[in-house]
């Protein structure tokens, strides 16, 4: 029977409280459209937050998800038809399938141990593999910061570099994360933002590109205005999309962005609250910072369950637990190469120990545990109990 407990969400919104001054001042105004002051201060919000401690300028565009920003920065890279796009297989599929909107082929590289994101000595037998099997080189790479922990950026930018090929950053649950103390998303030629109802701060649907140069952001929003050109009729000599941010949407980002440093404290604690629980579990290992490089958000906080070190429990079984008492977890993505839709695309899996295993073998094993930073010391007492029991952690044993 499942319990009459009041659910407890894997990952759910939580307001700051300003997000209707915000949308008053819209209606006020009358800017009720994909445009307007709150898309702007938005805009303008984030480019301070990311750049805050490096003084770099950057150029913001809020969109309607950060699927659409990940579309965007591949066409303004030239992604076409035929090309190959490299993109780390451990991710959610919004990564890759705006490659397949454009009629290019992903091609999937593993992920490394430590931070479960791209493995850079993957990521070069894949840049060599397709150049040697094609005679050139990948159009681009996406480099994902899973559940909010930094990728290897300094090795996985040397590679691109030396190959001259782009990087897009999906930091889309990165927000608040740094890497040598440079934010998430601030590292490749585009950065990827979502502001899902689900991530750390929420638009209820919402997306942005980081840009480096004012070009490359008004180029990006000529894309998702329709690809209107300069006439005063509705001229087009390009494809477009309707793909800019809401000024109601953005309002409610704009009072997030007051609040985003708190949550970013508040889903640290929730791993920082697993990682007390369960660092003496045999077969247990909670996802943290390798090293003081790397600065998670924590957006999710997620576990690793090997079952033969933990007394034949698995993360199937923690996740039945927790659903008996109306809590939910959430198995880790499965990587890309193992989905039906992209069955035929390449995948070059990490070499050395379990050879092309690292995803296979997170996706296994892998459960992310509830993360919200809206959950209170009753939603903590019932999680640990069901980790208590599940791993019989106050019996002696
Ligand atoms: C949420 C997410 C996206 C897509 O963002 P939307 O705003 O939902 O379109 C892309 N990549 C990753 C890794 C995500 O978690």
Known sequence: MISMNPKIWLSSPHMGGTELNYIHGAFEENWVAPLGPNVNGLEQDLGRYLAAEEGRQLHIAALSSGTA????????????????????????????????????????????PETWNMCPRAL???????????????????????????????????????????????????????????????????????????????????????????????????????????????????????????????????????????????????TEFYRDLLQDVPGVRILVAPNADFFSNHWLAAVLIDPLEAGGRTREGLRMAFLEDNIESRPLWKPMHLQPIFEAAPYYGASGLNAGQIAEGLFENGLCLPSGSNLGEDDRSRIAAILEEFFGLNSGG
């Open 124 to 270: 070069r037998a894949a840049v060599e593999g397709r150049i040697a099997e094609r005679g050139e080189k990948p159009k681009a790479i996406i480099v994902v910061h899973l559940y909010g922990m930094p990728a290897k950026m300094e090795e996985i930018v040397a590679v691109a570099d030396e190959f001259g090929i782009p990087v897009i950053e999906d930091a889309a649950e990165a927000l608040g994360s740094k890497y040598r103390g440079r934010a998430c998303g601030t590292f490749g030629r585009y950065g990827v933002l979502s502001f899902n109802g689900n991530k750390i701060i929420t638009t209820s649907g919402g997306g942005a590109l980081v840009c480096h140069s004012a070009e490359d952001k008004s180029h990006a929003i000529f894309l998702a205005t329709q690809a209107r050109d300069d006439a005063p009729h509705y001229q087009h000599s390009q494809i477009g999309y309707n793909y800019r941010m809401s000024n109601i949407c953005a309002g409610i980002g704009r009072g997030q962005m007051e609040v985003l440093d708190e949550r970013v404290a508040a889903r640290r604690g929730m």
């Open 69 to 112: 920003a990940l579309h965007l920065a591949l066409i303004s890279l030239g992604v076409k038809a035929g090309d190959e796009v490299i993109c780390q297989s451990m991710t959610f599929s919004a990564s890759a399938n705006p490659i397949a909107y454009q009629g290019a082929t992903p091609v999937f590289v593993d992920s490394e």
